[in-house]
Nanobody, 122 residues
Framework: QVQLVESGGGLVQAGGSLRLSCAASGRNFSNFFMGWFRQAPGKEREFVATISWSGGRTYRADSVKGRFTISRDNAKNTVYLQMNLLKLEDTAVYYC???????????????WGQGTQVTVSS
């Protein structure tokens, strides 16, 4: 069974930091991109960041550049999202996904986790 499990979400004050983890299992992801997406209440799901298992190539949404960093540990089959200088508008459910094709296009991702809630307070 292919499984993506997110963890690390929670409540944090604006300006603070939080680190999300995504553990992937069930298949060989060597040729896949691993991505983070988020969805705030009443809004469409949006792309946050992505990284390739091999090579570590990354891409980030303009809204999080300079604040969020995506990384991976291939030995642990785990992808991370380090979030710094958090803003109120970062509040959302964050989803981990795996796919092939266009890294920033969510239609390219066919495996998804259940999501983890991130709430930023003032």
């Amino acid at each position: 069974q292919v499984q993506l499990v997110e963890s690390g979400g929670g409540l944090v004050q604006a300006g603070g930091s939080l680190r999300l983890s995504c553990a992937a299992s069930g298949r060989n992801f060597s040729n896949f991109f691993m991505g983070w997406f988020r969805q705030a209440p009443g809004k469409e799901r949006e792309f946050v960041a992505t990284i390739s298992w091999s090579g570590g190539r990354t891409y980030r949404a303009d809204s999080v550049k300079g604040r969020f960093t995506i990384s991976r540990d291939n030995a642990k089959n785990t992808v991370y999202l380090q979030m710094n200088l958090l803003k109120l508008e970062d509040t959302a459910v964050y989803y981990c996904a795996a796919g092939r094709g266009s890294p920033s296009w969510q239609a390219s991702y066919n495996y998804w986790g259940q999501g983890t809630q991130v709430t930023v307070s003032s």
